[in-house]
């Protein structure tokens, strides 16, 4: 069962946006985000400088965080003679005991 476990990964298709007479790109939304996009813009309309300054101000911070890698697709610490020495020494615990073999 475990043998027949396979993993997909499918680069995600986008679709090309049509493009007007004026050269501006014309974007069609669903219903239910149409109603999210106008009640958006009627609570914050664009052009208020204040609202703008303060996005601005907080993405500014984020910016200066540092990045959290993950490790687990680095490099191994160890070399490929170490692994190799701890792969024989664990293969021979194996074969010495009889619990671990089951």
Do not use: W
Request: with cysteine; charged share 35%.
């Amino acid at each position: 069962r475990g043998q027949h476990r396979r993993v997909s990964v499918f680069k995600a298709l986008q679709k090309k946006a049509e493009k007007n007479d004026t050269g501006s790109i014309a974007l069609t939304f669903s219903d239910d985000t149409q109603s999210v996009l106008r009640d958006l813009f009627a609570h914050y309309p664009p052009g208020d400088d204040e609202s703008f300054e303060e996005i601005k101000s907080f993405c500014s911070k984020n910016e200066r965080r540092q990045r959290n890698y993950d490790t687990s697709f680095c490099k191994p610490i160890m070399s490929k003679r170490d692994i190799k020495r701890k792969l024989d020494l664990f293969a021979s615990r194996i074969k010495e005991s009889p619990q671990l073999r089951k």
